[in-house]
C-alpha cells in the first residue's frame, strides 16, 4: 500500500491566518485609495441647505415674472481667443428696442459637472447698452453662461444657457 505524497511545507493555521491578514490588507487598502480619490474629486454640494433654497424659490418666480414683463432684449456673443480666453459682449435693449445704460452686467461661465472650474466675467460698459469683459483661460467643452444684469442694487435680468466652446 502506497502513502499520499507529504508536502513538503504543511498548511497551518498561522499560513491561513497570515493569507488572511493579506487578502483583507489588500481589499482594505484599495478601498482606502478609492476612496481617497472620490473624496479629492468630490466638488461639493449644489447647495448648502435644501430648505434655504426652497424659501428662496417663491421669490425668484416673482423676480421671473417681472422680467419677462419688462421684455428685455438682451444678446451675448462669445468670441474665443487664441490664447484660450475668452470676450463676452453683451448688448441690452429695453422694451421699445432703445438701447440700455447704466446697468452692471456680470458674466460667469459655469461648468455643468465640476463648480471649482466656474470663471466670473467682470463687465464694463463699452457704449450704450454694449458691455464687455474677458476671461482667461476658459477650456473647451460644454459651459453654463450666466448673465445677470443690475440696476440699484437690484437683479433685473438673469439669463443661464448652455454653450460650447471650441
Known sequence: ?????????????G???AMLIAFFGVIFS?????MRLAIQTMPG?????????????????V????????????????????????????????????????LKFQGRFERPTDRRADQPVEMAEMGIGIYRGNAAMIAAGQWDLVIEGVAAGKRMFLSKNRVVLN
Request: charged residues 25%; aromatic residues 4%; hydrophobic residues 35%.
Open 1 to 13: 500500500m502506497s502513502r499520499p505524497p507529504v508536502s513538503p511545507k504543511p498548511l497551518t493555521g
Open 30 to 34: 484599495v478601498n482606502m485609495v478609492m
Open 45 to 61: 454640494t449644489d447647495v448648502d441647505s435644501a430648505y434655504t433654497a426652497s424659501l428662496a424659490y417663491e421669490k425668484e418666480i
Open 63 to 102: 423676480t421671473a415674472h417681472d422680467q419677462n414683463a419688462r421684455n428685455w432684449k438682451v444678446d451675448a456673443h462669445i468670441e474665443r481667443g487664441p490664447d484660450g480666453g475668452a470676450t463676452l459682449r453683451v448688448e441690452a435693449r429695453d422694451n421699445d428696442g432703445k438701447p440700455m445704460s447704466g
Open 15 to 17: 499560513k491561513v491566518l
